[in-house]
């Protein structure tokens, strides 16, 4: 396929980023963007691209090999369901929806018209994430039994100023946490059941600002996840993994810790630590650096999808297995407000399950 059109829908914080990537590409062009925000008026005419209102108006209009998806989560849906109703193939950034009901059906669609769907959980694409599975995958650190990951940030008031970002589905579990889930399921296992809480005390707003869950894996790994955006911290994978250096400052401290029978791996300083011989707490541990080369990663996954849309790959994560991540980051939060374990069973329905003694 020659050079492939790209509509952005969305042309906000993410949507800036694709475009950016689209224009440093040299198998892809910019074709339009659709946000009926005013300062879009402003990115189009600086990019020169046509600027539609209405994304229904764009889709009609241009002639479009792709499409991103970057508007605020609860529109995801609507958006993908009109490219799938045309036959575009569509990047949506995460989470796919802020309900399960409706990315089930999305992924349905997508998968009854035969048109691929690639779900924007970029850190599938870091080399990091590719050699943290590696390790673990190839038993480096023994059977997994632990994993430890803190998402503890500080967004400044004005991010605030967007008011989906103040009000249920826009808060820090559905934004943030949901990386993290997706990550322990890809490096770790699938989750089988969830128990949490969370607060919304500091900033009281109607999304919660801090959470903390623990997780128990299929595999019987447990996992727990520390969340805040009102902690001022270096301790997040936006700070440590320095994947977009022009927008977070970059600190490459441990954020993440996976502890196996035999050793362990942090990330994203990607320290692998093991014994010589007899392991134990009273004999020397040793510690090593994972060689990686650094890559863009949102390069990275703008190629992938490049190589979906021109029928060369599958999505590395596709609405279904996104829907999985969703369910589970939905647990989460349903979790939170019962105070009682919720199981997460296969077929991506969630119940509340018995109450916490
Ligand atoms: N992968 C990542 O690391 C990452 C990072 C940031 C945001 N995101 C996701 O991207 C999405 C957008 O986040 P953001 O921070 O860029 O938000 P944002 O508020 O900065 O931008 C959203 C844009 O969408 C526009 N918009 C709203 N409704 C629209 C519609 N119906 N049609 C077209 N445009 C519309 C808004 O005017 C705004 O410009 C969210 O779902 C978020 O979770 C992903």
Redesign the pocket.
């Known amino acids: 396929m020659s050079e492939i059109n790209i509509a952005v829908?969305?042309?906000?914080?993410?949507?800036?980023?694709h475009m950016q990537e689209i224009a440093n590409s040299d198998r892809c062009r910019l074709a339009a963007i659709?946000?009926?925000?005013p300062?879009?008026d402003h990115e189009a005419a600086t990019l020169g691209v046509a600027l539609y209102?209405?994304?229904r108006k764009l889709l009609d209009t241009e002639r479009l090999d792709a499409v991103i998806?970057?508007?605020?989560?609860s529109?995801?849906v609507?958006?993908g369901m009109a490219c799938i109703d045309r036959g575009i193939p569509v990047l949506i950034?995460?989470?796919i929806s802020d309900d399960l009901a409706t990315a089930l059906a999305l992924a349905e669609a997508a998968r009854a018209a035969r048109v691929p769907v690639l779900v924007?959980?970029?850190r599938r694409h870091n080399p990091m994430v590719r050699a943290a599975k590696k390790v673990i995958s190839e038993g480096r650190i023994g059977k997994l039994v632990v994993a430890n990951i803190m998402c503890l940030v500080y967004k400044p008031d004005v991010y605030f100023a967007?008011p989906?970002?103040r009000r249920t589905g826009?808060g820090p579990i559905?934004?943030n946490m949901?990386?993290e889930i997706d990550l322990i399921r890809h490096l770790c296992g699938e989750i089988a059941s969830v128990q949490a809480v969370s607060s919304s005390g500091t900033r009281g707003h109607e999304v919660e600002d801090s959470a903390a869950c623990t997780l128990e894996l299929e595999n019987g790994t447990v996992a727990n996840i520390s969340l805040s955006d009102v902690a001022a911290t270096p301790w997040s994978w936006?700070t440590a993994a320095g994947?977009?250096r022009e927008l977070f400052d970059y600190r490459p401290v441990p954020t993440h810790f996976f502890a196996g029978t035999n050793g362990a791996l942090s990330l994203p300083d990607r320290t692998l630590w093991s014994y010589d011989g007899e392991k134990g707490r009273h004999r020397p541990i040793h510690d090593e650096r994972i060689p990686i080369e650094e890559e863009n990663v949102y390069a990275n996954q703008l190629r992938h999808f490049i190589d979906v849309v021109s029928g060369v790959a599958e999505p590395l994560i596709d609405a279904h297995d996104a829907a999985q991540t969703l369910a589970a980051t939905l647990a989460v939060m349903e979790a939170a407000r019962t105070g009682r374990k919720v199981h997460v069973s296969a077929d991506n329905r969630f119940r509340t399950g018995e109450a916490i003694a």
Do not use: F, M, Q
């Not at 829908?9 to 980023?17: F, H, Q, S």
């Open positions: 829908i969305g042309a906000g914080v993410i949507g800036k980023r659709a946000d009926p925000s300062e879009a209102k209405d994304y998806v970057c508007t605020p989560n529109t995801h609507d958006v950034e995460k989470p924007g959980h970029h967007v989906w970002r826009g559905l934004i949901i990386h936006d994947e977009d």
